[in-house]
């Protein structure tokens, strides 16, 4: 089976919500906040044989070392204000006194840095989370989440049935005091999921102001992202989508081969689910897009993409080479744009002064290759 899936329900995408300038205010009042880096890596731009090949680095985002604090932090926010009242009240001293008062406990489910992101948060309100993990993740991962002062409980399962296990857990938290902070809907309904991707606006506010200064102009053609439960793909789309440009980026997705439910739900032509298996890239290992993000997903994604851990792996070491040091799951954009282009399916026409985007999602961490 091919590992590059060119879409043909993709097409522009109208009356979509406005960028909202509350969410990076709000990010801009948290501890540690500046912009992440925009790295040019020439020589591979060149043996694509395009202009510019940029990777946005979020491996030092907000004092940790993934993006998924951007969306976890917002969510937060928004889910403790309508809890206690507070309407649009953000503020962190706001926040912190009412979630104390209310004594409320947060609950997520994850593969690594969205549980950690959660228990940051936890932290910083000064109340207590509980973090529910399947059993393939690693004793790092778990360690990190502990180090913010959260609880972990594993779930004997894969990701999709902790999901359903944490929902369960915060539903049955005494007096209504747990709040369920996920980055993945099982209704449409689910509001906090669609908050997550929301707060991933920030990032996509900076790439614009950064890209004026490195190429001198707003051009993208292609923008890669790494795709888990879906909502860093969908707030790729909505922003390149709403965003003012003569011609609109493609949008490209990498999944892990062993967990690859978007690819195989653009096939289908509606969600599919996967049996995910292992991979290093644990954070994308997912057998279920959010139910939220697919709508959007299946009209916006141009290009659907699967990698290998092997192919992963040199990524990782090539990124190293200019001092974006990644884990997994930010290397995986670079192994599929790299793929692509090198590969240059018949449908995909790039010119010389062509300008692709890779978003890295996370920073070094440890992970176990098998064969």
């Not at 993709?10 to 509350?22: C, F, G, H, V, Y």
């Not at 709040?179 to 999921?193: N, Q, R, V």
């Not at 001198?216 to 709403?242: C, E, M, N, W």
């Amino acid at each position: 089976m091919s590992s590059i899936y060119i879409n043909p329900l993709q097409k522009s995408i109208i009356n979509l919500p406005p960028r909202n300038p509350k969410v990076r205010s709000f990010h801009q009042s948290l501890p540690h906040y500046k912009p992440t880096t925009l790295v040019s890596l020439p020589s591979i731009a060149k043996e694509l044989g395009i202009a510019h090949l940029l990777v946005k680095d979020e491996s030092s985002r907000l004092g940790l070392s993934a993006f998924k604090i951007l969306g976890a932090s917002w969510a937060t926010a928004k889910a403790v204000a309508r809890h206690v009242g507070l309407d649009d009240e953000l503020s962190m001293e706001h926040l912190a006194s009412a979630a104390q008062k209310a004594d409320l406990t947060l609950y997520a489910a994850t593969d690594g840095n969205h549980g950690r992101a959660v228990g940051r948060m936890a932290k910083y309100l000064g109340i207590k989370a509980t973090i529910l993990v399947p059993s393939l993740v690693d004793e790092e991962a778990k360690s990190k989440i502990t180090g913010e002062g959260a609880e972990v409980e594993v779930v004997d399962g894969d990701y999709d049935e902790t999901v359903v296990a944490t929902k369960l857990a915060a539903e049955k938290h005494e007096d209504g005091k747990g709040l369920l902070i996920s980055d993945t809907a099982l209704a449409p309904e689910d509001e906090i999921p669609k908050w997550i991707v929301d707060g991933y606006q920030t990032m996509f506010d900076e790439i614009e102001e950064q890209l004026l200064d490195i190429t001198g102009d707003k051009k993208i053609d292609y923008v890669v992202t790494p795709v888990g439960a879906g909502s860093l793909a969908a707030a790729t789309v909505t922003h390149f989508q709403r965003t003012p440009r003569t011609v609109k980026p493609a949008i490209v997705t990498v999944e892990p081969y062993s967990a690859a439910c978007m690819k195989a739900s653009l096939q289908a032509g509606k969600m599919a689910s996967v049996s995910a298996t292992y991979t290093i890239c644990t954070g994308m290992c997912c057998g279920t897009l959010s139910v939220v993000v697919f709508p959007i997903l299946k009209e916006g994604i141009k290009v659907a993409m699967t990698v290998s851990d092997v192919e992963v792996e040199e990524a990782i070491q090539l990124l190293q080479g200019y001092g974006v040091y990644a884990g997994p799951c930010g290397a995986a954009s670079l192994a599929a744009v790299r793929k692509l282009l090198l590969n240059r399916p018949g449908e995909l026409v790039l010119a010389p002064d062509a300008v692709a985007v890779i978003l890295c999602t996370e920073g070094k961490r440890g992970y176990e290759m098998r064969s």
